[in-house]
């Protein structure tokens, strides 16, 4: 009911840490029962977690509301939620922290083959597109596009994403949804409300909090907090973001391959267009038939391709500047932007569709960041990459000043006869590693927000036993190729995929920079006119550039569109859906005094072993519970409530894993589970050991809950008043770490049954036994309740499942039947449910089913 503030002060690599307790509370006390802690009380948290209020909360979520009460006022009680939350001295190390100078080269080369392949084939392609829409008619115009081509790989690619977005990862975790994640840790913008205040507690929890001192970043918390709207815009914003992502991991590979198979029409003077499309569709098959051999597999073979392929880049480039028109380093003064679009405005703007081509890719280095360090990708673009690219992008444009003619083809055209089918065969290979760039940055953003609940649960294999982050989704695979392949044939030119293309990249690249910039307000706290600065030249770059390729949209790009809004819309229903659910059976849980009612034997007969009974609800008892007590002829003799729980962080280390809490008193044998994941965990365990790791968390809690009540009875024995109690005392945490505790541990207030409450409510008359044979009876009771979980765990563990529906109530709108009723219905009975990975038989599995009217 009441939950007590801790806050630890870390001391020297971690010594002792002191817990400075909040003043007293009033609290409401069964008459008949003094065991308050032995109810899974619900908090009276602010919104913001932040130190209770002084307030009776008749209309909090406590089961006990309609228990008989008194009103007492007590010191602060220690929430095993939040005891169990501690933070673990170290924060969890990122994946790339340790590793030797060779396995540093040997992530170079796989950063090569799985981050640059999209960016770096963008030269097959770019000038292509671009005088597609405004045919050359003298030097000048290829100086001036080569000068808006250079600036805007200058300034998108490496500026902002390079320089800037990729610092606002979140522990190493890139994308849409890691930026997402970032902001609901530094303030409470997640609309499920399943968030509890230990959640705070974990090891990497905060990167940043907002200093008090800088009154704008904490406005800007309290306006996001406050703002239902605001919430909900920021969660559209995401989805977009997200939306735009797997539409990019559709055209990027139809562009790419079509781009480099298209080649073939300068080599090969007979081939058609039909024929290029057919060799086309082939590679794609095969491209997404390799996928499932991981990214560090295909990553390590196609890294050295891809070195030579930006090796050759650079080679052409200086053989064309020393062969043709080296006038071109002219293009570096941006005078010529303002020259090509004063001769031909119109034309100009058109063209910008095309050369924001040289940027797609940018977001992948983001997305995928998740697959290697953020240093790795920053040095080997600086050093690499980016010099490479401007190489290829000179000589073609000096080879197009004195061949204007070959500008439908001009990488192919501007290639040395006798190179051209080498560079032909690494094109090909560049373009299909370029494809793969975006499928991995699209399995990365579906985990993620997988994990934040705006995704329906798909089937995800980890192709890497080193790196957690490397993933393979087969579901997704196959449906990005089907789509690839359907625009190929639909969509023959790549000057229209180009506009596609430019389409899905420039709505992820605007999502970006709009959710950089709240991190940078929020987080970062960094100079108004810095932020300013950012959000209006890359803000506004992107959206000159996003008018281009709106205007050509009627060609054919609009599939694209249609396609992320789609997307968009089963993201946003999955979402609304989950929260309606949530929401329901919070309403709906059951109240304690039923149990209470029952009875230890719950009204029916408790048979030998462990009950898993799976469920949402965070806190709580949920409905489904009763539904299982009235269906079934029998209960186990020890339940647990598990809830498997999504944090918004990267990683949750092993040891804090699991948070456990007692549920009525201990005679019932009914706990809570809390298990904790972080949206980049590997949840690799089988039912198995999942079941060891949980009975082992389980007996850490009872031990340390026996070690409390015994620390806490030796505390009662040496003193007759409440201020006398009032000294440190010794806490062990889960990890084996020790605290200073500077607040009582009342027994009045501890979960050891009535035995206890007698023994308390008696020494008021008489003199309190002795301190040894209180310890002897708290030994003999943890004994025994350990004694009964072997003997539970050993006749077998059932896995509950309660699987609860929702249905829209009759007098709902139309679209809120159309929604819950057939959508989301339709999503939740075709994905994958929470426990599938962990392979339990059919044997030890019982369903129930209950719905629920919204």
Known sequence: MVNVGLEKDRENNGGLASMDSIESRWVFQDEYDSDINSVDHDTVNGDDGSTPRNVLDLDSEDEDDNAVRKLIRTGPRIDSFDVEALEVPGAQKNDFDDVSAGRKILLTFQTLGVVFGDVGTSPLYTFSVMFSKAPVNGNEDVLGALSLVLYTLILIPLVKYVLIVLWANDDGEGGTFALYSLLCRHAKVNLLPNQLPS????????????????????RIKERLEASLTLKKLLLMLVLAGTAMVIADGVVTPAMSVMSAVGGLRVGVSGIKQDQVVMISVAFLVILFSVQKYGTSKVGLFVGPALFIWFCSLGGIGIYNLINYDSRVWRAFNPVHIYYYFKRNPTKAWYSLGGCLLCATGSEAMFADLCYFSVRSVQLTFVFLVLPCLLLGYLGQAAYLMENHA?????????????AFWPIFLIANVAALIASRAMTTATFSCIKQSTALGCFPRLKIIHTSR???????????NWFLLALSLVMVCSISSIYEIGNAYGIAELGVMMMTTILVTIVMLLIWQINIIVVLSFVVIFLGLELMFFSSVLWSVGDGSWIILVFAVVLFFVMYIWNYGSKLKYETEVKQKMSMDVLRELGPNLGTIRAPGIGLLYNELAKGIPAIFGHFLTTLPAVHSMIIFVCIKYIPVPVVPQNERFLFRRVCPRSYHIFRCVARYGYKDVRKENHQMFEQLLIESLEKFIRRDAQERSLESDGNGESDSEEEHAFSRVLVAPNGSVYSLGVPLLADFRDTGKAVMEESTSEEMKPGPSSESLLSDADQSFEKELSFLRKAKESGVVYLLGHGNIRARKSSWFIKKLFINYFYAFLRKNCRREIASLSVPHSHLMQVGMTYMV
Not at 201 to 217: A, D, N, T
Not at 406 to 418: C, M, N
Not at 466 to 476: C, L, R, S
């Open 199 to 218: 959640d705070a507690r974990i090891s990497g929890f905060r990167l940043k909090v907002p200093s008090p001192e800088l009154e704008r970043s904490l």
């Open 406 to 418: 070959d500008t439908t083809q001009a990488f192919f055209s501007s290639v040395p006869s006798g």
């Open 466 to 476: 080193k790196f957690m982050g490397q993933i393979y989704i087969p579901v997704m």
